[in-house]
Nanobody
Framework: VQLQASGGGLVQPGGSLRLSCAASGVTFSRYDMGWYRQAPGKERELVAR???????NYSDSAKGRFTIFRANAKNTVYLQMNSLKPEDTAVYYC?????????WGQGTQVTVSS
């Protein structure tokens, strides 16, 4: 199982980024997919999650600014991030979960700074 995250980078406050996570080795459409982040000195936290049947939930900080969506035909989950703030700076990880089975990607750095 491999989750390959990409799309991170340096962006100014107020800017946008789209993260992608391509999965292989799993029946993607059966998995709940999520994005988590971890800032220096902080615990990893949920940002957004989409279940296999398209239900979504977001952290309070992500609501209204971030959108998670998936393309099952491409085995890929995305996180569209708008109106980025310096406090969004973190390493972002994608997660695939099916029951007790959970897999993590390697993370992609997002830095929001002027």
């Amino acid at each position: 199982v491999q989750l390959q995250a990409s799309g991170g980078g340096l962006v100014q406050p107020g800017g946008s980024l789209r993260l992608s996570c391509a999965a292989s080795g799993v029946t993607f459409s059966r998995y709940d997919m999520g994005w988590y982040r971890q800032a220096p000195g902080k615990e990893r936290e949920l940002v957004a999650r989409m279940t296999y049947n398209w239900r979504t939930n977001y952290s309070d900080s992500a609501k209204g600014r971030f959108t998670i969506f998936r393309a099952n035909a491409k085995n890929t989950v995305y996180l569209q991030m708008n109106s980025l703030k310096p406090e969004d700076t973190a390493v972002y990880y994608c997660n695939a979960q099916l029951g007790l089975y959970a897999y993590w990607g390697q993370g992609t750095q997002v830095t929001v700074s002027s």
